[in-house]
């Protein structure tokens, strides 16, 4: 059954996607002056309203895994979406990633359902060139494998020792840039690490803090982008 998100406001050009609708509504109130409700289907909230500079911006609640997110990002394009950004966390593993470490994905590995069915049988999914060379140095650049499941409900992760190239794994990264290359629409992925191999992770404050440097900083580039002139 399709999901249509029935718009209360237009989105805004620029989109920033997150999975908590909780974090989305803190985010929304960080990077925009005055966000109103744009979306609220299925509790997956929306919201859109203009920088301090400006720039018209959306941010928007995706859920939990490419299925969820997948028909948000069609429905949003449709109303007229035409930038994504995913601001996301990811899981350690390579034990020498830290716990709060941003990743700026350079490519995720297509280990998941909706990935494999929307990237044409690619083994890779690759972000826009040029979101991704905007976002240089907004983090560690990285490889990322997107799964199903998260690590500790899928009995098949112990087993898979041989994860190539990938430093962690997410849920959706694959098939959101998957699906916005089907769809040409420019995405790119910015990861924060919530747990190292160790089980380490932030504390609730500190990965908001994360999450709101992430996110001014994922604006200034793409205000950066859609306004030459702008420095900084």
């Known amino acids: ?50 920088s301090p500079d400006g720039m018209p911006l959306t941010v928007q609640s995706t859920g939990s895994g490419g299925p969820s997110a997948v028909p948000v990002i069609g429905d949003l394009v449709e109303q007229g979406v035409s930038r994504v950004v995913r601001l996301g966390t990811c899981l350690a593993i390579d034990p020498s990633l830290r716990a709060g470490t941003v990743l700026l994905v350079e ?14 049988g690619d083994d890779f999914t690759r972000p826009d060139a040029g979101l991704l060379g905007a976002f240089e140095g907004l983090g560690r650049s990285a490889t990322v494998a997107s799964h199903d499941l998260v690590s500790r409900y899928d009995p098949e992760a112990s087993e898979r020792p041989d994860t190539g190239p990938a430093i962690a794994r997410d849920l959706q990264t694959a098939a959101t840039l998957a699906f916005c290359r089907r769809l040409g629409v420019p995405a790119a992925a910015l990861l924060i690490v919530a747990e190292d191999i160790s089980g380490d ?4 404050e500190e990965l908001w803090e994360l999450f709101r440097a992430a996110g001014k900083a994922a604006l200034s580039r793409l205000n950066r982008l859609s306004n030459p002139q702008v420095k900084g």
């Not at 490519?107 to 044409?120: E, F, I, K, P």
């Not at 992770?201 to 609730?204: F, K, L, N």
């Open 107 to 120: 490519r995720a590995v297509v280990d998941d359902g909706a990935g494999r069915a929307l990237s044409g």
């Open 1 to 50: 059954m399709p999901v249509k998100m029935n718009p209360i406001e237009p989105p805004a050009a620029d989109a920033i996607l997150v999975g908590d609708p909780r974090r989305a509504f803190a985010l929304a109130q960080e990077l925009t002056v005055q966000p109103k409700m744009s979306h609220q289907a299925r509790g997956l909230w929306g919201y859109s309203g203009v």
């Open 201 to 204: 992770r932030p504390g609730e």
